[in-house]
C-alpha cells in the first residue's frame, strides 16, 4: 500500500463530510450530476476566456482541423 504524504485538500474534506450522510441513490446521481455540471461549466468559461483572449474564430477551429469543414 502507497502512503501518501500530502494533506487533504479542502474539496477532499468536503466530500469525506458528504459520505457520512446515508443518501438514496437517487441524490448520490443528482450529486454527481451537480458536479459534473459544475466542472463542465468551468471548462467552458474557460474555453470561452481563451476564445476571447486570442481572439480565434471558427475559421480557427477549421484551421486546426487541417482545413475547412464542408
Do not use: C, H
Not at 30 to 44: E, G, N, Q, T, V
Amino acid at each position: 500500500m502507497t502512503v501518501i504524504d500530502k494533506p487533504l485538500t479542502n474539496l477532499q474534506l468536503e466530500l469525506i463530510k458528504l459520505f457520512s450522510l446515508d443518501l438514496a441513490e437517487e441524490e448520490l446521481i443528482d450529486i454527481k450530476r451537480m458536479l459534473s455540471k459544475y466542472f463542465a461549466d468551468k471548462a467552458s468559461d474557460e474555453m470561452d476566456r481563451l476564445w476571447e483572449v486570442n481572439d480565434w474564430s471558427n475559421e480557427t477551429m477549421d484551421d486546426w482541423l487541417g482545413g475547412k469543414a464542408d
